[in-house]
T-cell receptor, first 115, second 113 residues
């Protein structure tokens, strides 16, 4: 019955590697997001997709490439991983792309550690 | 750019006390505000929201107050319980159109039994 799920929950990898994080929502929402939470718990939006279309890209390095095969899935692929990419990545979804009462539901997060 | 910030990084209270978590925002265009709770190892969870045409909104044991004059938001938790221990974030957005949530820094609430 998980609303927003992410895999894997933990990801440990070496610098320079390429990795992917998957996200799925079963809420029937139109919009999905990726957030990055750093070691100080600061949460920052990375991307927003509405009906498989990219609507927001918040100055994220092009090593990060989101892919939305359908509106229930938004995956995050990261090339050439760097130490500074270590963080917790959260996927979220909402019914609409914005507006009031547009609650965002968050996944459990993926803790990425780059060695 | 403009951002939302919190005054206190950690707030320690006793069980049964009332807790107040504060947040300052600086984007005058923001007209929609949300409080999220994040428990350890989990994603943020919606608690309560408020639009700028209101100055107070109540939920179950929680109240959000909005002071647009000084761009200040607060979350009041009544009869705080150990299960309330978490990091609390305020976030701001616009009530219309495509908009993202801009999160504040977060305040950790520690509730002692």
């Amino acid at each position: 019955d998980t609303a927003v799920s992410q895999t894997p929950k933990y990801l440990v990898t070496q610098m320079g590697n390429d990795k992917s994080i998957k996200c799925e929502q079963n809420l029937g929402h139109d919009t999905m997001y990726w957030y990055k939470q750093d070691s100080k718990k600061f949460l920052k939006i990375m991307f927003s997709y509405n009906n498989k279309e990219l609507i927001i890209n918040e100055t994220v390095p092009n090593r990060f490439s989101p892919k939305s095969p359908d509106k229930a899935h938004l995956n995050l692929h990261i090339n050439s991983l760097e130490l500074g990419d270590s963080a917790v990545y959260f996927c979220a979804s909402s019914q609409f792309g914005g507006g009031a009462r547009n609650e965002q539901f968050f996944g459990p997060g993926t803790r990425l550690t780059v060695l | 750019g403009e951002s939302v910030g919190l005054h206190l990084p950690t707030l320690s209270v006793q069980e049964g006390d009332n807790s107040i978590i504060n947040c300052a925002y600086s984007n005058s265009a923001s007209d929609y505000f949300i409080w999220y709770k994040q428990e350890s190892g989990k994603g943020p969870q919606f608690i309560i929201d408020i639009r700028s045409n209101m100055d107070k909104r109540q939920g179950q044991r929680v109240t959000v107050l909005l002071n647009k004059t000084v761009k200040h938001l607060s979350l009041q938790i009544a009869a705080t319980q150990p299960g309330d221990s978490a990091v609390y974030f305020c976030a701001e957005s616009q009530a219309s159109g495509y908009s993202t949530l801009t999160f504040g820094k977060g305040t950790m609430l520690l509730v002692s039994p």
